[in-house]
């Protein structure tokens, strides 16, 4: 990819972008946001296009999420998101995710919310013998380096007993690999790059088991704010 001279390099997230959301948590109105939309700018939407502009000859385009809520079917009126997140797809499936709000970096990888063709797939898998070992053992070399995350279940979905040997998966309906790294002093650096991307190149093993037995949904995409 061509290194575009309008988007300036990746120099970090700087303290000012969680200072931002500690404030917005508070002060959640459009008279903060338009008082404070300079702050915004500078140390959260600029950071993030200019990393995400880095990172998508890698990990391929992203879709940086607008500040503003969809409030219409909400009761919670508040105007603008309390983080700012940045999400892509891998050629397999996979998602790639990152998030910056008041406690600091979080950044995950894996398949958030399956579709239901992928939920059959999933659980087709995850009840197999082979390949749902398979699942086990790579889940448990990334457990304690990561947070797994996607149960959503109480119990066995339908066609499955609950003394089912891998019932913890059968709960899932999504996957995902992730690590909150809160505010260290790196975030505010060229560091915070590598990080983020040693975070995803470390779940791989998760993320190609899913991308085998799962792939992508073949039902018409939800659209992601």
Do not use: C
Request: hydrophobic content about 35%.
């Amino acid at each position: 990819m061509a290194e575009d001279a309008t988007v300036p390099p990746f120099e970090g997230f700087p303290a000012a972008a969680a200072e931002f959301y500690q404030q917005l948590t508070v002060h959640n109105t459009r008279e903060f946001w338009n008082a404070r939309r300079d702050v915004y700018e500078a140390a959260v939407r600029g950071p993030m296009l200019a990393l995400t502009h880095e990172l998508s000859a890698e990990f391929g385009q992203f879709k940086v999420f607008r500040p503003h809520r969809d409030v219409r079917f909400s009761t919670d009126k508040s105007p603008y998101k309390t983080s700012q997140g940045a999400v892509t797809e891998g050629e397999g499936g996979e998602f790639y995710y990152l998030q910056v709000n008041a406690d600091g970096l979080y950044v995950a990888s894996g398949y958030y919310q399956m579709a239901t063709d992928q939920l059959s797939r999933f659980r087709a898998a995850v009840d197999g013998e082979s390949t749902g070992e398979d699942l086990v053992a790579r889940v448990a070399a990334l457990e304690g380096k990561y947070t797994i995350s996607g149960r959503a279940l109480s119990t066995a979905p339908r066609g499955y007993p609950r003394d089912h040997p891998r019932i913890r998966f059968l709960q899932h309906k999504g996957l995902t690999a992730g690590r909150d790294f809160g505010a260290p002093d790196w975030l505010s650096t060229r560091q915070a790059k590598r990080r983020i991307t040693d975070t995803w190149r470390g779940a791989a093993a998760l993320n190609e088991w899913l991308n085998s037995y799962v792939g992508p949904s073949r039902l018409a995409p939800a659209e992601i704010h």
